[in-house]
């Protein structure tokens, strides 16, 4: 077993198990059979060796970095040209994500090591129709021949350290240097990358954020009433005018209405019944004390509570904003999260802290407001998380 310094590429159909659920196992054939057909001509033509097939994913090695990169832009060409005039369920679309490192190479041609799966874990997150790859291919690959855009440092699992990501600047011709211009020509400076690039969508409108928003207030009050979560509040305590002894102070957490009247009641059977014949309240002991006069009730602060509602908000859009990019909401308005300045996945420290300062643009809906005449169409957690929410 040698060991050898490479780029590696992997490829991997966009939603391939639920594209192929409802398919024969001729129809998924055919998928397959097509997609091989469209991508390894590519691959050879810029001397790519296929390593092994995973499904419908693919493992290449290329000795160039800048070969691999710009192969990976001629396929994701080739198969947006293929989807132009398909239906969805007949369109392939895949991620591309590269990394280049040392491997040991076995005698049946497989790699193994670090850098396949740095590799496997950059593809997780890459997305469809785009090129992304690492610094250390950013470091060796003809950076005038690839224009590119940093991404940002991403925390993979099971990998110790930070990797600076980038992606391939699809606006920008992509390929040799332009006829004539000569190789030691000075290097024009660097643009900065523009914020929102178009790929990621057109920002989302005012009324679509609204309805998206009341979806998952809904969605967040079911699960908090399923579950018995209370927001934050102070302790009931009732006391009886008519009575010669008065009742007990008692910790009420439960309220009942009905057509017969209202029930208080608490955690270990104490209760304040209240209908048209008066006032009865009774103690964890058993024993009542009644009235037919108005019972006076009074609201103590002895006692202060998590505000389970707000938390479980935050952590209910944090969450699933981070796994999957949408809250149940957002997907039912076909929306999504995107990164402002680099407008592709947002990193789990940007989302966490969107999730909890959106608390903050909830109050009277005034960070929303703003968002309608925002030019970028961005919320006050938006802004400070360096997020926007686009069409998807």
């Given amino acids: 077993m040698e060991t050898r310094n490479i780029a590696i590429m992997l490829t991997d159909i966009k939603g391939f198990t639920s594209k192929t659920a409802s398919f024969s196992r001729a129809q998924t054939q055919e998928l397959?059979?097509?997609?091989?057909e469209l991508v390894l001509p590519v691959i050879e033509k810029f001397h790519g060796r296929l390593v092994k097939t995973i499904g419908d994913a693919f493992l290449v090695a290329f000795n160039s970095p800048t070969d691999a990169v710009i192969c990976g832009v001629q396929v994701q060409e080739v198969l947006k040209?293929?989807?132009?005039?398909?239906?969805?369920q007949e369109k392939i679309e895949i991620r591309i994500a590269i990394n280049s490192g040392e491997v040991a190479v076995h005698d049946d041609g497989d790699i193994y090591g670090d850098a396949v799966n740095i590799t496997s874990r950059l593809e997780s997150i890459a997305e469809p129709g785009e090129v992304f790859f690492t610094e250390s291919v950013y470091l060796a690959m003809n950076k005038k021949e690839v224009p590119s855009s940093e991404?940002?440092?991403r925390q993979f699992k099971g990998i110790p350290e930070k990797i600076k990501v980038f992606r391939v600047l699809r606006e920008t011709p992509v390929g040799a240097l332009p006829p004539g211009e000569a190789a030691d020509a000075p290097e024009a400076p660097a643009a900065?990358?523009?914020?929102?690039?178009?790929?990621?969508?057109?920002?989302?409108?005012?009324?679509?954020?609204?309805v998206s928003l009341l979806a998952d207030v809904i969605i967040v009050l079911i699960v908090a009433g399923t579950f018995g979560l209370n927001s934050c509040g102070?302790?009931?305590?009732?006391?009886?005018?008519?009575?010669?002894?008065?009742?007990?102070a008692l910790d009420l957490d439960k309220v009942s209405i009905d057509k017969t009247g209202i029930k208080l009641t608490g955690q270990e059977g104490e209760m304040v019944s209240i209908d048209k014949s008066g006032v009865t309240v009774s103690d964890r002991q058993g024993r009542s004390w009644k009235t037919r006069?108005?019972?006076?009730?009074?609201?103590?602060?002895?006692?202060?509570r998590v505000p389970l509602n707000m938390l479980l908000w935050a952590l209910y859009g944090a969450l699933l904003l981070w796994r999957f990019g949408a809250t149940p909401g957002m997907k039912i308005m076909k929306l999504k999260l995107v990164d402002f300045t680099t407008g592709g996945p947002v990193a789990a420290d940007k989302v966490f802290l969107r999730a909890f300062f959106s608390l903050v643009s909830l109050f009277l809906l005034l960070g929303y407001v703003w968002a309608a005449w925002e030019k970028d169409r961005r919320t006050w957690h938006d802004i400070i998380a360096g997020t926007r929410v686009v069409n998807g």
Avoid: C, M
């Fill in 81 to 88: 040209a293929h989807n132009a005039d398909k239906p969805q």
């Fill in 32 to 36: 397959l059979s097509k997609h091989r």
């Fill in 234 to 248: 102070p302790a009931a305590r009732v006391t009886s005018e008519k009575t010669q002894e008065a009742p007990p």
């Fill in 293 to 304: 006069k108005t019972a006076k009730v009074s609201v103590g602060r002895e006692k202060k």
């Fill in 192 to 210: 900065a990358p523009a914020p929102a690039a178009s790929s990621a969508g057109s920002p989302a409108g005012f009324w679509r954020r609204l």
């Fill in 151 to 153: 991404i940002g440092y």
